[in-house]
């Protein structure tokens, strides 16, 4: 690690420092999904309209959708340490602010303050991870960061899910603050940056919108998880109508997709520090998620090859998703990465929000389910190409960082 990248104690940063990270990322992004299984009981408590028990669950990821880019802007200014613990507290804040609600305004303002600490986290964390690592460590440190939400979506669905139907839906934000303030003591001891590489960080915002390889990986990636979130969202009422299985059935099966999800990002981290080209990797990670996808739409196969092919396609939109550690690459400068992963976070994060949407949409029709498919990932891999052209990235070889 040269200088201009920043100050770590030892070199660059370790794998429990790394480890650390990777947490407190998964514990931000499970300010949406810890909610999912207490819905229910949150209506019943509160009764609230139905729109509303919608933006309970999603305001956080809304905040990343709306306030991504600023947010990376003030971490190349301010550091990505301090965006990270200040994140924390917001959300431990905005937990024990949820467990004392006690009208549906009341909880809705929690959930804002959680997301403010969501995107502090997302975004910095992304941003130690580049400035804090290097070569292959780098490489793998990405990928292994890129499961996070995924991971958040399978943890708290398993945890939080004992909660559901209790009544005791308050548990849920009470133990998420516990662990997030666990983590972010741990997160003390993050590797902060150089005072001389403080002083020297220019707000790097405007050369980051002008830069088409950020707008270009944002994009693919927001593509990605429209069809992602799509089909995890319906996947329980296709299974349940499909097949006659339970929506608690069908949702198991989605939780394991995403344990299968996590794999693919992190098996990324291998196949990039093996050598191989990128434009390979890009090709068939997408044509596996793709037949995959269409898979799951097509009616006439055993319950056993359905749920079979469903893991198939989290597995390879997993693979899509460890492209994350293409962001170093496509940003403008190690000054102005904060900046490059606010935009690529919120362009991801409005594919995040369309996504089950449409899908409900288009749920019964299969010319528009595989229309919208095969239309988003194969725009998904035009756009990963162009990431490749434009930064030159052949290869992640042997020290980890790209070939051009």
């Known amino acids: 690690m040269t200088q201009s990248e920043g100050k770590v104690p030892v070199g660059e940063a370790g794998w429990g420092t790394i480890i650390v990270i990777y947490l407190l990322c998964v514990m931000a992004a499970s300010t949406v999904s810890q909610v999912i299984p207490i819905a229910g009981d949150i209506a019943r408590y509160f009764h609230p309209p139905r729109e509303q028990v919608g933006w309970i669950i999603s305001l956080p990821s809304a905040l990343v959708a709306i306030g991504a880019v600023l947010v990376g802007w003030v971490i190349d200014r ?48 992304v941003t130690l991870l580049t400035r804090a690592t290097t070569g292959r460590r780098r490489t793998s440190a990405l990928t292994l960061w890129s499961s996070f939400v995924p991971m958040s979506f399978a943890l708290p669905l398993v945890l939080a899910g004992l909660l559901a139907g209790t009544g005791h839906w308050r548990w849920a934000f009470g133990g998420h603050a516990l662990i997030t303030l666990v983590l972010a003591l741990a997160g003390l001891r993050l590797p902060g940056r150089s005072a001389d590489v403080t002083a020297r960080r ?45 929506i608690p059935m069908g949702s198991g099966v989605g939780t394991i997709g995403m344990l299968f999800n996590t794999a693919g990002c992190l098996l990324m981290g291998p196949l990039f520090n093996r050598g191989i080209p990128v434009l390979t990797l890009v090709t068939s990670s997408v044509l596996l998620t793709a037949a995959t996808a269409v898979g799951v739409h097509l009616a006439g196969l055993p319950l056993a090859a359905s749920v079979a092919v469903a893991w198939l396609f989290f597995f390879g939109s997993g693979l899509i998703v460890g492209f994350w550690a293409l962001l170093p690459s496509a940003a403008p400068s190690p000054q102005s990465r904060g900046a490059a992963s606010g935009l690529v976070a919120q362009l991801t994060h409005f594919g995040v929000l369309f996504g089950p949407p449409a899908a409900f949409a288009a749920m019964g029709v299969p010319v528009r389910q595989y229309g919208n498919t095969i239309a988003a990932l194969a725009a998904c891999a035009a756009l990963l190409w162009m990431v490749v052209r434009l930064t030159g990235t052949r290869r992640m070889v042997v020290d980890g960082s790209a070939s051009h």
Not at 80 to 108: N, R, S
Not at 214 to 222: E, H, I, K
Request: hydrophobic fraction near 55%.
């Open 78 to 125: 301010v550091g990505d340490k301090p965006a990270i613990l200040v994140g924390a507290a917001l959300m431990i804040c905005g937990d024990l602010g949820a467990v004392l609600a006690e009208t549906v305004p009341q909880l809705l303002a929690m959930r804002v303050v959680e997301g403010l600490g969501y995107v502090g986290i997302s975004v910095g964390t």
């Open 202 to 246: 220019s707000a790097g915002l405007s050369l980051v919108l002008r830069t088409p390889a950020c707008y270009a990986l944002g994009v693919s990636f927001a593509l990605a998880a429209f069809v992602q979130t799509g089909i995890v969202t319906t996947l329980p009422q296709v299974l349940a109508a499909r097949y006659g299985v339970s």
